[in-house]
C-alpha cells in the first residue's frame, strides 16, 4: 500500500497559479503510475491528468494546456502545476497511486488515494 499526503491547495483568484504537491511513502514510488483527480462541490470525483512510470501523461479536455503533471522519483513526489485558473477549477484535488505500465484515466482502477487538497478559484 502506498500512503499519500497532499498539499498546496489554497484561494486564488481567476487567471492565477498553484502548485500541488502529493508525497508518497510505503512502497517503491517509481513502480507506480500517479493521477490527480478532482471532485467538484454536488459533482462526482473526475479525472484530472495522468502520469505513467515512464513518463506518458494524459489530460481531461477541462486542464489541457493549463495544467502538467510531472514527478520527482527521488522526492517521492507527484506534481500539479495549476496555471490560468478559473473558478471552475474549484474542487478538492486528490492524488492517486496505480500499479500499471501505462497512464490510466479510471478511477476505478487506482487503489491508494490521498486525502484531497482545497483548490478555490474566485472571480
Known amino acids: 500500500q502506498v500512503q499519500l499526503v497532499e498539499s498546496g491547495g489554497g484561494l486564488v483568484q481567476a487567471g492565477g497559479s498553484l502548485r500541488l504537491s502529493c508525497e508518497a511513502s510505503?512502497?517503491?514510488?517509481?513502480?507506480?503510475?500517479m493521477g490527480w483527480f478532482r471532485q467538484a462541490p454536488g459533482k462526482a470525483r473526475a479525472f484530472v491528468a495522468g502520469?505513467?512510470?515512464?513518463?506518458?501523461?494524459s489530460y481531461a479536455d477541462s486542464v489541457k494546456g493549463r495544467f502538467t503533471i510531472s514527478r520527482d522519483n527521488a522526492k517521492n513526489t507527484v506534481y500539479l502545476q495549476m496555471n490560468s485558473l478559473k473558478p471552475e477549477d474549484t474542487a478538492v484535488y486528490y492524488c492517486?497511486?496505480?500499479?500499471?505500465?501505462?497512464?490510466?484515466?479510471?478511477?476505478?482502477?487506482?487503489?491508494?488515494w490521498g486525502q484531497g487538497t482545497q483548490v478555490t478559484g474566485s472571480s
Open positions: 502520469l505513467s512510470r515512464f513518463g506518458s501523461r
Open positions: 492517486a497511486a496505480v500499479s500499471s505500465l501505462v497512464v490510466v484515466t479510471t478511477e476505478g482502477a487506482y487503489r491508494d
Open positions: 510505503g512502497r517503491t514510488f517509481s513502480n507506480y503510475g
